[in-house]
């Protein structure tokens, strides 16, 4: 039995040889989770570093952390609260009263990739001020989403939304802020 080759096989022979010949090699799983758990990591730290800030007190570097691109909002109490990161920076300063003691505490962070560069998470927060003269302050937790972004090798907050959380969804009255807005 004789076969006929023709001219086009063997260009159609070639081309999927070429084809097999540039395609990636296969990515192995272990890669792929060292690679979510190293981004995962860093996510974390940065909103980590951000709270360390808030709770020494060190606003300069927690206001540093927002990005200043345009875009930038910070949604709070259902509607955008600051327009720009100069405005969320500044509403930091309430938080700086002498002797007072801040405690914010993060858990349960949920990240999402969302490419090189940027990220979504949540996380659960408490928040708790004292005052100086031992007056009661307040306290109180929610749910905070930040979006990142990674800017001449440091991650920024691009934006961020603060809803509340078990406390305030039972009372929603409870939020004895009386109107401050902190992000």
């Not at 981004?39 to 730290?45: K, Q, S």
């Not at 709770?55 to 949604?75: E, L, P, R």
């Not at 708790?128 to 440091?154: C, E």
Request: overall charge negative; proline content about 5%; hydrophobic content about 45%.
């Amino acid at each position: 039995m004789r076969i006929n080759i023709y001219p086009w096989h063997w260009l159609c022979v070639l081309c999927l040889i070429v084809i097999g010949a540039c395609a990636p090699a296969p990515i192995k799983s272990d890669s792929i989770k060292a690679a979510d758990t190293e981004f995962e990591t860093e996510i974390t730290a940065a909103l980590l570093a951000y709270v360390e800030a808030i709770n020494i007190g060190d606003i300069k570097t927690a206001a540093a952390m927002y990005d200043h691109s345009v875009g930038f909002h910070w949604v709070e109490r259902g509607g955008v609260q600051y327009e720009d990161a100069q405005a969320a920076a500044a509403s930091l300063q309430g938080l700086v009263i002498p002797g007072t003691t801040i405690l914010m505490t993060t858990d349960q962070h949920h990240i999402a990739p969302m490419g090189p560069g940027a990220a979504l998470v949540s996380s659960h927060f408490d928040f708790s001020m004292q005052y100086p003269d031992n007056q009661n302050g307040f306290a109180f937790d929610g749910w905070m989403t930040i979006g990142l972004v990674k800017r001449q090798g440091k991650w920024r907050i691009a934006g961020g939304q603060v809803g509340p959380g078990s406390d305030m969804s039972a009372n929603p009255g409870a939020d004895s802020r009386a109107g401050s807005k902190t992000p």
